[in-house]
């Protein structure tokens, strides 16, 4: 987080703020029926996770295809750096109204122990235990983010690999967690960006392999290679 992002990160901490309490005074004067509330903040949980869950999808997608050389073929690289970022925080506003329309959907209990402690819920318990923790994984992304510069850059990037078991954590999490998994139009959701960032990791580690094997050529060999050039 530098300091183009921190204005957007504020305003967008205002904004759920203002969401929060705009929502708790309009139930407390309209005062529905517990069942009416209830499916008010079930909309609001799904259409939140699944928002929180395509933000994180881009973020990780361009995160992961930055080292690829992809995106410099059409000068994108600087542009799509900053969405990663972006995007990167907006998944904040939109996991707390997830995690608010849960606490505040009754039909399921959830508490604030239940939301913030894995295994705390009879509710699908290992699915949403890979939620908090993913909750945990990203919060550390974006504070060590902030802290860049001070941790050093190899930190940082040690730190940053969280990313890529947590995406699959969080997919499964949407999976076998949520209440709209059986239907197709979700199931694409969660599979297509993950089998996309499936494939940028083979990609990955495929040139990591490349690089490493090109730089344990020994020298000798390289000399050899010059002489009969020559």
Known sequence: MNE?????FVVACIATAIVVGFS????????????????????????AGFTSYGLLSIAVLLGASSSLSFWERWNMRKLMTQMHQYASLLVFPFLFFHLWGLYMDKSVSFGIIQLLIPLTTRYRAIPTALGILTLYAWLTLIVTSYF???????IWRAIHILSFPMFFAVTFHGLFSGTDSNKLWAVLIYVVPTVIFTILCLKRIRKSTITTSKNHVPKHANQRTQEHVR
């Open 4 to 8: 183009r992002q921190r204005f957007p």
């Open 148 to 154: 860049r510069e001070k941790i050093g850059v190899k």
């Open 24 to 47: 708790l005074l309009t139930t407390h004067l309209i005062d529905p029926a517990p069942k009416a509330a209830n499916e008010t903040y079930w909309y609001l949980e799904r259409s």
